[in-house]
């Protein structure tokens, strides 16, 4: 299980397991968490195991607040995550404010 939490305005912690089975949970929980927010930071500490689905999901939150018009950043990035943006091609998406 998966779970976004809201440490402080803007400020997020991802935690658990972040797979095919979460990654919607955890969009939902980025959308009503982060509406009314302008920048934004995800902390990625808190996740345990992660696959390409986790991936997609930062590709999706990036295009999500570049609509908001909301900056958003990805902090403590796990080296599988980096590994896997720079397979496809998209490290310059997401880890780019």
């Known amino acids: 299980m998966a779970k976004l939490e809201k440490n402080a305005?803007?400020?997020?912690?991802l935690n658990g397991d972040?797979?095919?089975s979460t990654v919607m949970g955890v969009l939902t929980q980025y959308i009503n968490l982060s509406a009314q927010e302008k920048n934004i930071e995800v902390d990625l500490s808190?996740?345990?195991k992660c696959n390409s689905a986790a991936l997609a999901l930062f590709v999706e939150m990036k295009a999500r607040a570049r609509g908001r018009q909301q900056i958003?950043?990805?902090s403590n990035v796990p080296q599988q995550i980096q590994n896997?943006?720079?397979m496809s091609n998209v490290e310059g998406l997401l880890f780019a404010a």
């Open 9 to 13: 305005a803007g400020n997020y912690r």
């Open 18 to 20: 972040l797979d095919f």
């Open 46 to 48: 808190g996740l345990q």
């Open 72 to 74: 958003i950043v990805f």
């Open 84 to 86: 896997l943006a720079a």
